[in-house]
C-alpha cells in the first residue's frame, strides 16, 4: 500500500511516498506555506495526486515522552487533514528526526539554500521509514 509521511512545519511541510510493496521510501518535496489551513489542503490534493491509501504525521513528542506545544499543533494537524481527506490519517513519534536528516546531509556535504530547500522532506523520508519498519516488524508477530 502506497503510504504518505508528512513533517508538518510551521513554514516548510516535508512529503514522502513509499512504494506499493513498502519497501522504499522517496522524498516527493516540500510545500512552502505558511497558513495552517492551506498547507492542510496542499497536502490533501498530494494524498489524491499520489494515489496514497494512508497518511502518517510526524508527531514530535518530548524527549521524555510528554506531549508539547509542538506536537498538539501536529495533532490538530491531523485532525484537520481527517476531515480533508479519504483515508485513515495516523500520528507517528518522530523523536531526533531532524536531527537524523541533518545528520544524513552532513554525510552528502548538502549545505546552505539547497540544505534548507531539502531538510523537510529528508526528515519526512526518515519518519515514513520508521513507520515502515513497525509495520514489517508487527506483520512478523
Known amino acids: 500500500m502506497k503510504i504518505m509521511a508528512v513533517d508538518y512545519g510551521d513554514a516548510r511541510t516535508g512529503l514522502a511516498v513509499c512504494d506499493r510493496t513498502e519497501t522504499l521510501a522517496s522524498p516527493i518535496g516540500v510545500i512552502h506555506e505558511r497558513d495552517f489551513a492551506a498547507t492542510a489542503q496542499k497536502v490533501s490534493f498530494a494524498v489524491r495526486e499520489y494515489d496514497v491509501k494512508m497518511v502518517v504525521v510526524g508527531y514530535p513528542k518530548n524527549m521524555n515522552g510528554t506531549v508539547g506545544e509542538r506536537a498538539e499543533k501536529c495533532e490538530r494537524f491531523a485532525n484537520l487533514l481527517r476531515?480533508?481527506?479519504?483515508?485513515?490519517?495516523?500520528?507517528?513519534?518522530?523523536?531526533?528526526?531532524?536531527?537524523?536528516?541533518?545528520?544524513?546531509?552532513?554525510?552528502?556535504?548538502?549545505?546552505?539554500?539547497?540544505?534548507?530547500?531539502?531538510?523537510?522532506?529528508?526528515?519526512?523520508?526518515?519518519?515514513?521509514?520508521?513507520?515502515?519498519?513497525?509495520?514489517?516488524?508487527?506483520?512478523?508477530?
Open 83 to 141: 476531515n480533508l481527506v479519504a483515508v485513515p490519517v495516523e500520528l507517528w513519534d518522530e523523536r531526533s528526526t531532524t536531527v537524523s536528516a541533518h545528520g544524513y546531509l552532513n554525510e552528502t556535504n548538502t549545505r546552505g539554500k539547497k540544505r534548507k530547500a531539502v531538510i523537510d522532506a529528508v526528515a519526512a523520508t526518515i519518519i515514513l521509514e520508521s513507520y515502515l519498519g513497525y509495520r514489517r516488524n508487527q506483520s512478523q508477530q
